[in-house]
């Protein structure tokens, strides 16, 4: 019997899950690439209710359990993911997790990374300092994941104009917006580029 490679994702993320909704409804009616599984550290976490409503497991860890390799491995042995996507996960990945999943983690930042990277750096912080450093661009780095916040290899970067007149909700809107046009094809590019499979 012909068999093909399929490449189940789980999304991890931490907050409302707008990322996460985009790339659910993207892969929906792939059958190559399929999202098995949602993972969050939050247990309020909006992405809980877009995971639910798409008929999508959830899984959730709290910060304590993310000590415990045993419990993660298996969970995502269990739904046989292949490949990790965060889309606003704020815990750092451990390195049981970066060592098990190699090239195999990817990462979405709401900057133009090295610029406003790192440790405290996340959603409206981001978007603060761009306005603060009077930038005439901001935009998205999509970045394979490491032992460090926001430093593994660049994948993909898009830009976008911005100007000193924008609110800083102004400049995370368009980031944003940028950020549900892009994530999902690079992902898809990125698991064809690399024969990824579960
Ligand atoms: C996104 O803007 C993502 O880039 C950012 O969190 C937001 C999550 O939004 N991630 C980081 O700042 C990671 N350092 P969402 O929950 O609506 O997808």
Not at 156 to 175: D, F, G, L, P, R
């Amino acid at each position: 019997m012909a068999s093909y490679k399929i490449c189940k994702i789980a999304i991890f993320a931490s907050g409302g899950g707008s990322n996460a909704r985009e790339i659910i409804k993207y892969f929906r009616s792939n059958k190559s690439i399929v999202v098995a599984l949602v993972v969050t550290n939050n247990a309020k976490a909006g992405v809980i209710q877009i995971a639910e409503n798409a008929g999508i497991p959830v899984a959730i860890i709290d910060k304590k359990q993310w000590a415990n390799p045993q419990k993660i491995i298996s969970i995502l042995k269990t739904h046989e993911i292949g490949l990790i996507v965060l889309a606003g996960f704020l815990l750092l990945i451990p390195p049981f997790l970066i060592d098990l999943y190699k090239d195999r983690i990817i990462n979405i930042h709401p900057s133009l990374l090295p610029k406003y990277g790192g440790k405290g750096m996340y959603g409206h912080f981001v978007h603060e300092a761009v306005k603060n450093s009077g930038d005439a661009i901001s935009g998205i780095t999509i970045h394979l994941v490491n032992e460090n916040y926001d430093d593994g290899k660049i994948l993909y970067q898009h830009s976008c104009v911005i100007n000193k007149e924008m609110t800083t909700e102004e400049i995370a809107a368009a980031v944003l917006q940028l950020e549900h046009k892009y994530y999902a094809s690079v992902i898809e590019n990125y698991v064809s580029f690399k024969g990824l499979s579960s």
